[in-house]
Structures are given as structure tokens and as C-alpha cells.
């Protein structure tokens, strides 16, 4: 389903499509990131394949509930679970978008979202540092355990900001580090993957 085959003309479109990433099968976890992640604490249903590979670090619906009519972008949504409790929680008079950069996910979202039959949902494939949509075309911006995964910060909040509508908000559920990385730490590839 394209944000355009909707009759409501309000939902955002894209922008001439980005490049895809390389391909990844799986996102890397960050140095002292637990290996049981916290799932969202609704009561929408999400089905098994989509929780089964959850990676997210935090709940970001935690920052405030998301209202009825509001458009989403799930920035590296992963497998969709929380596009899909998004997309509950927004209504059908709203919309969600989820960008991951692996066509693995992108197909397991999509499964998902057609397991549970919701129609206010699309997967894209995409960098988070050069996103396929015009300007200010969402009110809300969520992201599970991505921006911390991402080398460019300033290339990827420049793209939040830039697609946000104005007063629009981010709630970014991540990992951050408080000491420096020691060198041993960078080196030791077990510390930085799940």
C-alpha cells in the first residue's frame, strides 16, 4: 500500500527514492546493552515474528502516547513492532511509516502488518541519513535502540528535524554511553554485536 493509494491526501509522501543501504541481516548491539530489551508496554497485539526478532533497548511510547490522527515515522523499525503499536495506537486516521535499511525486515514487517490486517502502516527501505520523504510531513519521529547503531549523528537529526513538521517530536528510545570507550573496548567486535 503507497501513502498515495489512501484517500487521504494529508498523509506524507515520499521524495525520489534514497539508495539502499548494504545489506545486513541483523543490527548490532551497543557496548552494555542488555540482551532482554524492554517491549513496549501496550496491550496491542504483535504477532511472533515481528516480537520474536524485537531488538529495540527501551519503550519510547514511554515519552508520551501517541494520538489518534497522528503521522509516524519509526526511524529503523526493524521488524515492526513498534510501527505496529504505533499504527493501533494512531488510528486509522492516522498513518506510520517504518524505515529499516534491510530488505529482511522490511519483509518481515510487511508479514506482520498483513498477520494483524493494518492498513495505516507501509515499510520502506531506507538510510536513516537520507530519508525518501519531502519536508515536514510527520508529527512524531520514534526510534528503538537505531541512533546509537549510526556513525553520522548530526547527518541523521538534520533528516528527524528536517521531515518533523513544525511542533512536531522525538521520542527516541537509545543507548548512550557515559565514560569513554577504552581502545581494547573498540576492538573487541563481541562488545559492539548481539
Known amino acids: 500500500m503507497s501513502r498515495r493509494s489512501s484517500a487521504r491526501s494529508r498523509r506524507p509522501t515520499r521524495k ?42 527501551a519503550n519510547p511510547f514511554s515519552l508520551g502516547q501517541l494520538e489518534p490522527g497522528e503521522d509516524v515515522l519509526d526511524l529503523g523499525s526493524g521488524a515492526g513492532t513498534d510501527s505496529l503499536v504505533a499504527a493501533q495506537m494512531v488510528g486509522e486516521e492516522g498513518s506510520v511509516t517504518g524505515v529499516d535499511m534491510t530488505p529482511e525486515m522490511i519483509a518481515k514487517a510487511s508479514a506482520s502488518a498483513g498477520e494483524l490486517g493494518v492498513q495505516n502502516v507501509e515499510f520502506l527501505e531506507s538510510e536513516a541519513e537520507r530519508l525518501p520523504f519531502a519536508d515536514r510531513l510527520f508529527d512524531v519521529v520514534i526510534s528503538n535502540g537505531v541512533i546509537d547503531l549510526i556513525p553520522d549523528k548530526d547527518a541523521v537529526f538534520a533528516e528527524l528535524f528536517r521531515v518533523l513538521k513544525p511542533g512536531g517530536r522525538l521520542q527516541l528510545a537509545d543507548v548512550t554511553i557515559q565514560r569513554p570507550v577504552s581502545e581494547e573496548g573498540r576492538r573487541n567486535i563481541d562488545l559492539w554485536t548481539g
Open 16 to 57: 525520489s527514492p534514497a539508495s539502499p543501504r548494504p545489506n545486513s541481516s541483523s543490527r548490532p548491539a551497543a557496548p552494555g546493552r542488555s540482551t532482554s530489551a524492554t517491549r513496549p508496554t501496550c496491550s496491542h497485539a504483535s504477532p511472533d515474528g515481528s516480537a520474536e526478532s524485537f531488538a529495540g533497548v
